[in-house]
């Protein structure tokens, strides 16, 4: 599904200029940084500059999603296929509740680190949402989360790619 995504992106949107490609691959659920990274590696940026344009990309939508996920939840909850995939996200989170409870904000920075499937900005979104997790304390959490993500992920692509 990744490849998909990112291949429909590059089809689409093959107007853009290479940088904004990255912001907007980074910016996009599943793919993040994750996927922004490897696409500055392949148009040849440098460390930093792949560095900064999907941190930024991954950066740009958290706030917004903190805000909305809420009310966009209880709108969308009349549909079955959101109520299924809601409920399988709520439960996959709470499992990991009393973590989230004693670490807190190391927590869900860890939460956003981590580069495993279903793990990124936007899961700690819903997590933070999920866990009541004021806006104030979560924002900086996650965004602290991507940083490290993006350190992460760019130092081991950049050593054997770059």
């Not at 792949?50 to 009310?71: A, D, R, W, Y």
């Not at 900005?121 to 806006?135: K, N």
Request: aromatic share 18%; proline share 7%.
């Amino acid at each position: 599904m990744k490849e998909s995504i990112e291949h429909f992106l590059l089809t689409y949107l093959n107007f853009l200029p290479p940088e904004a490609l990255v912001v907007i691959v980074s910016a996009t659920p599943i793919l993040e940084l994750r996927g922004g990274i490897p696409l500055g590696i392949g148009f040849g940026f440098p460390f930093w500059k792949t560095l900064l344009l999907s941190l930024f990309g991954n950066i740009l939508p958290i706030l917004p999603v903190l805000i909305l996920f809420q009310p966009l939840s209880r709108f969308l909850l009349r549909y079955t296929w959101y109520k299924r995939f809601y409920n399988w996200l709520y439960g996959r989170t709470l499992k990991k509740s009393d973590q989230v409870k004693k670490y807190g904000f190391l927590s869900l920075a860890l939460f956003t680190a981590i580069p495993l499937p279903t793990t990124g900005a936007y899961s700690a979104c819903a997590a933070a949402s999920f866990f009541a997790i004021p806006i104030r304390y979560a924002l900086p959490a996650i965004i602290f989360g991507v940083v490290l993500a993006g350190l992460g992920v760019s130092v081991v692509l950049f050593h054997f790619f770059g």
